[in-house]
Every structure is written in C-alpha cells, then in structure tokens.
C-alpha cells in the first residue's frame, strides 16, 4: 500500500465515518492508562489494513514505521494489556456506529437483493483450552492421547454467533453474541438478534439465513415478532433456511427464493 493509497483511505474514513473523532465511543478498564486505547485500537486497525500479521509487527510499525506519526510508539505489552482491558460494550457501539453510518451513506442500497437487507447467522469457535477457563466458557470431555495412552479429558471453549449481512461486494459483519456456560446456539443467536434490532432498528435487517439447526419453531416466532421475516410464509422460510455453509452460492440463491418467492 503506497502512500498515496493510504492517506486516500484515511481520507475516506475521515469524511465518510468520521473514524477517528469517534474513536471517543471506545472505553477500557485500565487506571491511569499512558497510552489511549483509542491508540491502541488504532493502532490494530492500521495494522490489519496495512497486513501486519503480529501485535509485535505492529510495535515495530509504531515505533519507526508508518504507524509512528499516526499513534505514537506502542509497546505490544501495551498493545495486549489494552485489548485485554477493552470494554466489549463500547466496541459493539462503535460497531453499531460504523453499520449506521454505512447505511445512512446508502452503501447497503445497491445488494444482490434490491432493497432487502439478508442475514446470515452462523456459530463459530473462537477458542479452546485444556487448563484455562472463565465463566463464559463451554465444557466438553475430549479423548487425548498422552504418553500412547488414550484418555479422556475436559476441554474448555469459546463459541460465538456472528450475524453477517451477504449480498454485496464483500460480507458485512454486523454483530457477535459469546455463548453462555450451557447454552444453545438458538438462544445466544436469539438474544444477538433482540439486541441488533433494539440497537440498530428493525429496517436494519429483513430476512434471516441459516443451517438446518434453526428451523424450529421458537426461532422462527421469534422472528416474527422481531418483524425480521414480515411477509414471508412459514413454509417457504423453512424451505430457505436450510443453507449448506459450506457453499456461498447456496446463500444467495435461498435468499432470491425468500425475496423473489421464485423455487
């Protein structure tokens, strides 16, 4: 990325986001922080645009690289120290900030499915250990084989429901819900719905797209309620949320269905 690359996308964030003057949205836990963590997630942002593959990369950058004028020098015990400190809630309303505005700017205007905004929802794990655990985390016995002998063990994971809008250029992550300790994947992915539709609005999404796992009854009521599927028969939302997740082009033509009510 060229210099001249760069100062057109940071010119770009600028006018049309607003970035970095509501950088302010963001809050940590630290007491008497040396550096902002509006810094430190700056830093991280810039070092996922320019291809920094490590936290220390991304030191190196902000020490004698192009990230120097941009967030000053940041050691990566800094770097991690913030992150680890770094108030999800205030991540997830800059998040919500960024959706709004790319909205209001009309960059969801021109999808594959004219004026219907789709969702997919999909659960994914994050992490797993055999030793470190926190509250949130799910517990499975698991067979490992130690010294050639097999035997069974616990394993501690994270699990996530990602809520991604489809239908343009590129996928568009909206929001993220973390598993609770011995919940489902239905009820987490219902309570990330309740709070992107209580957060964003209801015109922020229409229709819902995802694996066999969620054609049960419970979601779809409550998804109607939601008003995410206003106009859309039972049968033929059942029909079109049995995705394969393997196959994006799957998504798209399920989702024609719901929106064009071709089969």
């Not at 004219?114 to 509250?135: A, F, N, R, T, W």
């Not at 799910?138 to 489809?166: F, P």
């Not at 079109?240 to 082009?249: F, K, M």
């Amino acid at each position: 990325m060229s210099q001249s690359e760069i100062g057109s996308f940071e010119g770009y964030i600028t006018k049309v986001f607003r970035f970095t003057a509501n950088l302010v949205l963001l809050s940590d836990k630290r007491v008497f922080p040396r550096k902002r963590i509006s810094d430190i997630f700056s830093a991280c942002f810039y070092g996922s645009v320019f291809r920094n593959k490590s936290i220390v990369s991304i030191s190196e950058e902000s020490r004698e690289g192009c990230l120097t004028r941009r967030v000053g020098s940041i050691s990566h015990d800094t770097i991690q120290y913030g992150l680890d400190h770094l108030e999800v809630a205030s991540v997830q309303e800059f998040w919500n900030y960024l959706n709004r505005r790319a909205k209001r700017n009309g960059m969801f205007r021109e999808g594959e499915f004219g004026d219907h905004m789709v969702g997919v929802l999909d659960c994914i794990e994050v992490y797993s250990s055999y030793k470190s655990q926190c509250p949130r985390c799910q517990k499975r016995h698991v067979t490992k084989s130690e010294n050639k002998v097999k035997k069974k063990v616990s394993q501690y994971y994270h699990r996530v429901v990602v809520l991604t809008l489809v239908g343009y250029d590129f996928p568009v992550p909206i929001g993220m819900e973390v598993m609770k300790r011995g919940e489902g994947e239905i009820s987490c992915a219902l309570r990330l719905l309740n709070r992107l539709v209580d957060q964003l609005g209801k015109r922020f999404l229409d229709i819902i797209i995802g694996d066999a796992a969620y054609c049960t009854p419970r979601f779809f009521n409550q998804c109607e309620k939601m008003g995410l599927v206003p106009e859309v028969e039972m049968v033929n939302c059942i029909t079109c949320v049995i995705v394969n997740r393997n196959t994006s082009v799957m998504v798209s033509r399920n989702a024609s269905v719901l929106v064009n009510g071709n089969t």
